[in-house]
Each structure stands twice: as C-alpha cells, then as structure tokens.
C-alpha cells in the first residue's frame, strides 16, 4: 500500500522524524547516582516517533523519489553511529553492564535494566534502516565506475 498524493506530504514529516535519532544516539547526562533518565527517555520516548517515521518512509516508497535528498541529514547519524555504538555493545550488550558505566566508567554493581542490554541492538537495528533507505532511494550511481576512477 502507497501513499496517493493527497498525502504526498507524509514522506517529508518521515524524513523530519528520523532526524531526531542522532539526538538519542548522543543521549546521556552525568549518571549523578547512576541516573540513567537521558537514554530512558530517548529510549522509550524518542525512538517511536523515529520508527514512525521510518514507517511513514516505507509507505511513501513509490513519492521518494521527489524527497530523496531529505536523507542526506543522515550522514551525521552514521558518524555519531561509528563513535558511539560500538562502546555500547561492547560495554552494556556484550559485558552487561550499564548505560552509565559505558558512558562513563565506574558504576560497577548498579542495576542493569533490559532495556540497558537492548540499546545498541536496536539503535543499530534503526541506523542501518536509515542507510538502507537512503541507499535504496537516492539516484542510481555507477559506483564501478566511480571505484575505476579513484583507482585509476
């Protein structure tokens, strides 16, 4: 099912709501005590508006054309992506601890919640959704030819 052009309009609010992942990727305070509200509320309050927006994406795919270069934003996203996911998943995903010991170090013993556990996975889960889209929908490049040439 596609959008008619009635509501052509829904791409454009999808790519607007994706811009605020790389503001949760950021996410974080001074864990005073181990207060981990920062991501929880990027978590829990934040990422759906995302994930509604890369749903409104999905369902725009036949009008994104038009809007393709709404996505470009997101190279920001990727780069905030390679600098701060990897020390979550090796900190809170893989070790088990939490999100204010991965930021921050210390914190040995606080309480890790599930959705400590969950964070990278899912934020890795959108990032390369995000790429996918914006891979999927910009114009056809001749990347063989792009490669020759920097080779060459």
């Not at 969950?118 to 959108?126: G, K, L, Q, R």
């Not at 999927?136 to 060459?152: A, C, G, R, W």
Request: with cysteine; proline share 4%.
């Amino acid at each position: 099912m596609c959008l008619n052009k009635k509501n052509f309009n829904f791409i454009t609010l999808g790519w607007i709501l994706t811009y605020i992942f790389p503001f949760i990727l950021i996410a974080h305070g001074t864990c005073n005590q181990g207060d981990d509200t920062p991501w929880f509320f990027a978590f829990f309050y934040l990422t759906p508006f995302v994930i509604l927006g890369l749903f409104l994406i999905f369902l725009s795919k036949e009008q994104i054309y038009n809007k393709r270069y709404l996505g470009l934003f997101h190279v920001i996203s990727i780069i905030i992506g390679f600098l701060t996911l990897p020390q979550y998943w090796i900190k809170t995903t893989w070790l088990n601890n939490s999100l204010c010991s991965a930021m921050w170090g210390g914190f040995e013993g606080e309480n890790v919640l599930w959705w400590h556990i969950a964070w990278s996975p899912v934020m890795t889960i959108i990032l390369i959704i995000i790429v996918y889209f914006n891979f999927k929908y910009l114009p056809k490049f001749n990347f063989k030819k792009i490669i020759l040439t920097i080779i060459l």
